[in-house]
């Protein structure tokens, strides 16, 4: 099978791992797409907070489908993804600091999640309640943002990224996420990994916010999508495949993006790119704390905020904490 995996997809080089995104093309149904496979990066981000798994494992889905949106933008910036909701998870918070950088952290009550627990209402969406989730592009200080925000209504974050894209940019996209805990020989513990897929329909005039091949890159295009667009067969088989895509594959450390391709869409032909790594990178800093507050604080709030002597931000993604002397910051 590996000589006629690597004949199809035209492979020169080894199949693809953990912490890492696979662009591809299905050229005869009309169809885009990209894998994604998370591993140490996921499990650092889920580990560091030792969060409940329920909340875990919703907010290894929002990392996914993170890296899957974020990893396709050419630019350098960042992509956040952020949900507010009256759910026991009311907030999450994703960022993607282009090219490769991913990093992620949900805040939960405790006592609603408990609650929660006790009638089984822990599905995603049920975490979520209602609230809004916001998608936001920052290209750097002297860009304007581009946002674009879609309900939360009892939605798993699938819907919501099917939504999102036919009302923000008028794609149609389908979109499967997995998150698992694995044990293999020889670790201590579970191991966090997570998996996800999204195809998108071609545009008439192959314009779209996503930059997955060359000669794309308008990501704030309106238009480019008939508004009497009906399905075609190319995508409506598209979507029927990938639909029957099981979490296992998904979350398989032995299942490589290329074969799952492989296995779902070889009798349609399918093209694969290079791969994009991807790495759990926090951008927190000593220096951008010490400008926050100095300058967003009074120097009497800086002094009620120190203990014993201290003020210490911690940050709330990566846990690392910073302090510094309050007198430090007077003006010269």
């Known amino acids: 099978m590996t000589e006629t995996l690597l004949s199809s997809l035209g492979l ?26 998370l591993g140490e990066a996921l499990d650092t981000i889920l580990s560091r907070h030792d969060y409940p798994l329920p909340v875990a494992r919703l907010l290894g889905e929002a990392v996914v489908l993170a890296s899957l949106i974020g990893s396709s933008l050419k630019f350098e910036g960042r992509f956040i993804m952020q949900t507010q909701t009256n759910g026991p998870v009311n907030l999450i918070v994703v960022d993607f600091d282009a090219p490769d950088g991913i990093r992620g952290y949900a805040r939960y ?3 609603a999640l408990v ?13 979520l309640g209602k609230g809004h989730l916001a998608m936001t592009i920052d290209q750097g200080p002297h860009t304007e943002r581009y946002q674009g925000i879609v309900a ?47 195809v998108q329909h071609l ?9 997955d091949l060359p000669g794309d ?47 779902l869409y070889h009798e349609t032909g399918v093209r694969v790119f290079p791969p994009q790594d991807l790495v759990e990178r926090c951008t927190c800093s000593a220096d951008r704390i010490e400008d926050m507050l100095a300058n967003s604080f009074s120097e009497q709030e800086r002094q009620d905020m120190a203990v014993d002597g201290e003020i210490e931000v911690v ?16 003006s010269s």
């Open 315 to 330: 940050c709330e993604f990566c846990s690392t904490a910073y302090r510094f002397n309050p007198h430090q910051f007077h």
């Open 109 to 111: 009550d405790h006592d």
């Open 217 to 263: 890159g308008n990501f704030d295009n309106p238009d480019s999508a008939d508004p009497d667009f009906v399905e075609a067969d190319g995508w409506a088989e598209a979507k029927a495949l990938l639909g029957t895509v099981g979490d296992l594959e998904l979350t398989d450390p032995d299942l490589s993006p290329e074969r799952l391709m492989f296995r």
């Open 115 to 127: 609650k929660a627990a006790e009638t089984g209402e822990t599905s995603p969406a049920q975490l």
């Open 203 to 211: 545009p008439a005039n192959g314009m779209s916010v996503m930059a």
């Open 152 to 198: 939360l209504d009892g939605n798993s974050l699938e819907e919501v990224a099917h939504t999102y894209f036919m009302q923000s940019e008028q794609i149609p996209t389908q979109v499967r996420l997995a998150v698992a805990q694995i044990t293999t020989r020889g670790d201590h513990r579970p191991r966090w990994r997570a998996g996800g897929m999204l």
């Open 12 to 37: 020169d080089r080894p199949e693809t791992g953990d912490d890492a995104v696979v662009p591809f093309t299905l050229d005869k149904l009309d169809t885009r797409g990209r894998v994604v496979r």
